[in-house]
């Protein structure tokens, strides 16, 4: 089993509807962070959240984190068709590793 | 804006043959990482580079794969003998202050191996 898991591994949606994706994870973590992917591209930082935040928004993004359940969210409202892309949750786990710990992804459709 | 390179964008090899992809992270940036895709899969990482050494490894990065870092610039993946499962996009990424702090990635090399 991996560390981020992503849920619903993908989500469709019309334009303007506000699109939520969740992750679960196994271990304790110092950040949680939230990156994007367009088809057969580079991933893109969103977000960063620490283990000892709540809540946090940039734009139309809001993350938020759980530690006691090992769970995150990220909400896009108002979506764009441009928001159409994969998305992952990346976790960077207690204990000194320097690795950032990738989910599966989660193909995000937004229909005009 | 800076941005992290990568060439090059696809080659193909036949198995058996070495192949080296390279990086040019953003410049001041300290920390260097490789992570493949397989096709359509998640995200793995393979090595994170810090001041001129390995800091970090996973159990995919094997004797086959090596990194380099020979000018100060670059920053090279090299796998001596490539295998079919080594069939992938590999992007290259880096970051500036603490080793898992924003990751910066490049566009990738999708390598194929016939």
């Known amino acids: 089993s991996q560390q981020g898991e992503e849920d619903p591994q993908a989500l469709s949606i019309q334009e303007g509807e506000n699109a939520t994706m969740n992750c679960s994870y196994k271990?304790?973590?110092?950040?949680l962070q939230w990156y994007r992917q367009n088809s057969g591209r580079g991933l893109v930082h969103l977000i960063l959240?620490?283990?000892?935040?709540r809540e946090k928004h940039s734009g139309r993004l809001r993350v938020t984190l759980d530690t006691s359940k090992k769970s995150s969210s990220l909400l896009i409202t108002a979506s764009r068709a441009a928001d159409t892309a994969s998305y992952f949750c990346a976790t960077e786990t207690q204990g000194g590793s320097e690795k950032l710990v990738f989910g599966k992804g989660m193909k995000l459709t937004v229909n005009p | 804006e800076p941005e992290v390179t990568q060439t090059p964008s696809h080659q193909v090899t036949q198995m058996g043959q070495e192949v080296i992809l390279r990086c040019v992270p953003i410049?001041?940036?300290?920390?260097f990482y490789w992570y493949r895709q397989i096709l359509g899969q998640k995200v793995e990482f393979l090595v994170s580079?810090?001041?001129?050494?390995?800091?970090?490894k996973s159990e995919i990065f094997d004797d086959q794969f090596s990194v380099e870092r020979p000018d100060g610039s670059n920053f090279t993946l090299k796998i001596r003998s490539t295998k079919l499962e080594d069939s992938a996009m590999y992007f290259c990424?880096?970051?500036?202050?603490?080793?898992?702090?924003?990751?910066?990635f490049g566009e990738g090399s999708r390598l194929t191996v016939l």
């Open positions: 271990t304790s973590i110092n950040n």
């Open positions: 580079f810090y001041n001129n050494e390995i800091s970090e």
């Open positions: 410049s001041n940036h300290l920390y």
């Open positions: 959240i620490r283990s000892n935040e």
């Open positions: 990424a880096s970051s500036w202050g603490a080793p898992t702090g924003e990751l910066f």
